[in-house]
């Protein structure tokens, strides 16, 4: 790949991520307004500012998240994706009315060091040069997602009988089905791609249907399990561990799924420094995240 269109596709995640945070502050400040008494929804669809808002997050974002991994690939687009959460941390001190600690400062710092590390990683995937209608691709594919399907079930019966840790195990179930919409966005503008370009091979098209069940699948659970965490324990530490899996499971996905060979060895030591400083840094940044996340 052109140093060029990696770089740029490392912008458009960057900004991506951003976007995602600046649409969700400015939603939550709309949302923080309202009177208690009003019926929310009847008047928030004639705010301006929240249909901007619900536009900057879902539609920006999402188009910069969707070229972004076309030019990178999915591995390192969560990690960059993360630095929104230094918007975030920024634009909260308004709405939460409340300063930066010194510790927060130095999360940013840290996150801006991870966020450069995972850049320089160079670890990418040109998925436009991939051919995911490959057997072999497609059953790698469909065994890390079962294997993703069971964790999550062993996790919702064991939170059921240990109340406990069935916050945490709650968040992570949240985290490992982001991390499946991960996975499957891949094969979806994969598809999309395809049958854009007129390509109506019954193949892609079951890849795309397929696709799309997944991705809609994982983001409704995902939703519901970290809406059932937050009943049962602290958003300020369950968003962090939602992110957890949501980081590592890019590099299953590079290595396992895509069989990737890194460039050298200085990428895989930049991508998993990159990794564990945003896991940690997201620890620090995570308490302002789930403040505003839990406003409705």
Same mark, same amino acid.
């Given at each position: 790949?052109?140093?060029a269109?990696?770089?740029?596709?490392?912008?458009?995640?960057?900004?991506?991520?951003?976007?995602?945070? *600046?649409?969700?502050?400015?939603?939550? *400040?709309?949302?923080?307004?309202? #009177?208690?008494?009003?019926? @929310?929804?009847?008047?928030?669809?004639?705010?301006?500012?929240? /249909?901007?808002?619900?536009?900057?997050?879902?539609?920006?974002?999402?188009? @910069?998240?969707?070229?972004?991994?076309v @030019?990178?690939? #999915?591995?390192?687009?969560?990690?960059?994706?993360?630095?929104?959460?230094?918007?975030?941390?920024?634009?909260?001190?308004?709405?939460?009315?409340?300063?930066?600690k010194?510790?927060?400062?130095?999360?940013?710092?840290?996150?801006?060091?991870?966020?450069?590390?995972?850049?320089? *990683?160079?670890? $990418?995937?040109?998925?436009?040069?991939?051919?995911?209608l490959?057997?072999?691709?497609l059953?790698?594919?469909?065994?890390?997602?079962?294997?993703?399907?069971?964790?999550?079930t062993?996790?919702?019966?064991?939170?059921n009988?240990y109340?406990?840790?069935?916050?945490?195990?709650l968040? /992570?179930?949240?985290?490992?089905?982001?991390?499946?919409?991960?996975?499957?966005?891949?094969?979806?503008i994969?598809?999309?791609?395809?049958?854009?370009?007129?390509?109506?091979?019954?193949?892609?098209?079951? @890849?795309?249907?397929?696709?799309?069940?997944?991705?809609?699948?994982?983001?409704?659970?995902?939703?519901?399990?970290?809406?059932?965490?937050?009943r049962?324990?602290?958003?300020?530490?369950?968003?962090?561990?939602?992110?957890? #899996?949501?980081?590592?499971?890019? $590099?299953?996905?590079?290595?396992?799924?895509f069989?990737?060979? #890194?460039?050298?060895?200085?990428?895989?030591?930049?991508?998993?420094?990159?990794?564990?400083?945003?896991?940690?840094s $997201?620890?620090?940044?995570?308490?302002?995240?789930?403040?505003?996340?839990?406003? $409705?």
């Amino acid at each position: 790949m052109e140093a060029a269109f990696y770089w740029f596709g490392v912008l458009l995640a960057i900004l991506g991520g951003c976007a995602h945070y *600046s649409g969700l502050i400015l939603e939550k *400040s709309v949302i923080n307004k309202m #009177p208690i008494e009003v019926k @929310l929804m009847k008047n928030l669809i004639k705010k301006p500012q929240w /249909l901007l808002a619900i536009f900057i997050r879902f539609g920006v974002g999402s188009i @910069l998240f969707i070229f972004a991994q076309v @030019l990178i690939g #999915p591995a390192i687009t969560p990690g960059l994706m993360a630095s929104g959460l230094i918007i975030l941390a920024v634009g909260s001190i308004k709405i939460l009315n409340e300063r930066l600690k010194l510790v927060e400062f130095v999360a940013i710092i840290v996150m801006i060091i991870a966020v450069v590390s995972i850049g320089l *990683s160079n670890l $990418s995937i040109a998925i436009a040069e991939e051919n995911l209608l490959d057997p072999a691709f497609l059953i790698r594919m469909i065994t890390t997602s079962s294997i993703f399907g069971i964790i999550c079930t062993l996790f919702q019966v064991i939170q059921n009988k240990y109340s406990n840790i069935a916050s945490i195990l709650l968040a /992570l179930i949240s985290g490992l089905m982001l991390s499946l919409n991960n996975f499957w966005i891949t094969p979806f503008i994969w598809s999309l791609m395809n049958l854009l370009s007129g390509n109506f091979n019954l193949g892609i098209i079951l @890849l795309f249907l397929v696709s799309i069940g997944i991705l809609i699948i994982a983001n409704i659970f995902g939703v519901i399990k970290m809406a059932q965490g937050f009943r049962l324990g602290r958003a300020s530490y369950l968003a962090p561990i939602q992110n957890v #899996p949501v980081q590592l499971a890019p $590099s299953i996905l590079y290595f396992i799924v895509f069989l990737m060979e #890194p460039p050298n060895l200085v990428s895989i030591i930049l991508f998993i420094l990159g990794v564990t400083l945003i896991i940690l840094s $997201s620890f620090f940044l995570g308490r302002r995240q789930a403040e505003i996340e839990i406003i $409705s």
